[in-house]
């Protein structure tokens, strides 16, 4: 079965290897870099299951552990380098579901993910898959997009840039992290593709496409989406 899964781990390398290895699987990965970033993300996402790194900058895993458990029943999966038995069991103790010591393989956390996610089935209700910006919601299992309740048409490529800016909201991604992310594609696609998609979205998604209040450019860096100061276009 597949869901939506927060990594909460601020090496950017492990990070990227993590979601890659959960998409694959057929998840959906939103990435959290910080312990406080983990929470709000939590909160604004609510994820089927959190992959959550004991050493986390701002916040340690282990308060943001106390913080999940305190709102809500969220499987967390949690990491960490240090392999102490004290540390494993302060961890399951503040209701971490299982427990991995770095290093690890990729498959192996993929697999602890489907058990964990097998396990908690009967006690969870379905997770909601949509990923939210204000109005616009992305539907990643149907494949559709909404704009305050209306449908948008949108191409594999458009989708697949609307999926990677709204699983990390308001986060700024360059052109090449946007290349690296959409490489399923195919070879073809470059920074000017990743430049069309957006002009094509912004008339799809934007009330004004001179002045996009959803799809944003941060000069000089790349885009981010935002949930816009308004409730509809």
């Known amino acids: 079965m597949s869901g939506l899964i927060l990594v909460a781990e601020d090496d950017e390398n492990q990070a990227e290897l993590l979601r ?4 694959q699987d057929h998840h959906t990965v939103v990435v959290a870099r910080d312990g406080h970033q983990a929470v709000e993300s939590a909160r604004r996402h609510q994820p089927a299951l959190v992959v959550l790194d004991l050493m986390l900058p701002k ?14 029943d969220v499987l967390v999966l ?3 380098a240090r392999s102490t038995e004290d540390d494993m069991l302060l961890g399951l ?8 010591t770095k290093p690890f393989s990729p498959r192996e956390l993929v697999a602890r993910v489907r058990t964990l996610l097998r ?13 939210r910006a204000g109005p616009l ?5 149907r494949h559709e997009v ?6 948008v048409d949108c191409t594999p490529g458009e989708f697949r840039l609307l999926e990677i800016l709204a699983a990390e909201l308001d986060r700024v991604f ?3 992290q946007l290349l690296a992310r959409m490489h399923g594609f195919g070879s073809y696609i470059t920074g000017r593709t990743i430049d069309a998609h957006v002009k094509n979205l912004r008339r799809k998604i934007e009330a004004n496409s001179r002045e996009p209040e959803h799809l944003v450019t941060v000069y000089g860096i790349g885009y981010k989406l935002t949930a816009g100061r308004r409730d509809a276009p």
């Open 20 to 23: 890659r290895y959960l998409e």
């Open 59 to 72: 916040m340690d895993g282990l308060d943001v552990c106390r913080a999940l458990r305190a709102e809500s």
């Open 78 to 80: 949690m990491l960490t």
């Open 93 to 100: 103790g503040l209701g971490a579901d299982d427990y991995m």
């Open 119 to 131: 396990r908690g089935q009967r006690a969870q209700p379905a997770p909601d898959p949509m990923l």
């Open 137 to 141: 919601v992305i539907d990643p299992i």
């Open 146 to 151: 909404t704009m305050a309740g209306r449908p």
């Open 174 to 176: 360059t052109r090449e």
